[in-house]
């Protein structure tokens, strides 16, 4: 059974740092592609950053490059986003997800096969 542990969002002001973790388990096939997309209320959700676990390739959004970094935790199937200089704009529900085949465009939502429950970032003064 497919599982997702995600954690770290809360209510940061802007300027300051936040870290989300996400571990995910149960997939009876490989991982593709590991990442965050988010949704803001009112809006389609977005890819924020992806892992591709078969060739390491990293895709950031134009609106979080240079402020976020993703990487690997040491259990398989894990990630987490550093997320640095955040501003209002990024305040939304985050989500982790998982692609278990292979894509040529990892920012697209629909394309990912499980998601997790969402944490929420909330950047205000």
């Known amino acids: 059974q497919v599982q997702f542990v995600e954690s770290g969002g809360g209510l940061v002001q802007p300027g300051g740092s936040l870290r989300l973790s996400c571990a995910a388990s149960g997939f009876t096939s490989d991982v593709y592609a590991i990442g965050w997309f988010r949704q803001a209320p009112g809006k389609e959700r977005e890819g924020v950053s992806i892992l591709s676990t078969k060739d390491g390739k990293i895709y950031y959004a134009d609106s979080v490059k240079g402020r976020f970094t993703i990487s690997r935790d040491h259990a398989k199937d894990s990630v987490a986003l550093q997320m640095n200089s955040l501003k209002p704009e990024d305040t939304a529900t985050y989500y982790c997800?998982?692609?278990?085949?292979?894509?040529?465009?990892?920012?697209?939502?629909?394309?990912?096969?499980?998601w997790g429950q969402g944490t929420q970032v909330t950047v205000s003064s």
């Open positions: 997800a998982v692609r278990v085949f292979h894509s040529d465009y990892p920012q697209l939502a629909y394309e990912y096969d499980y």
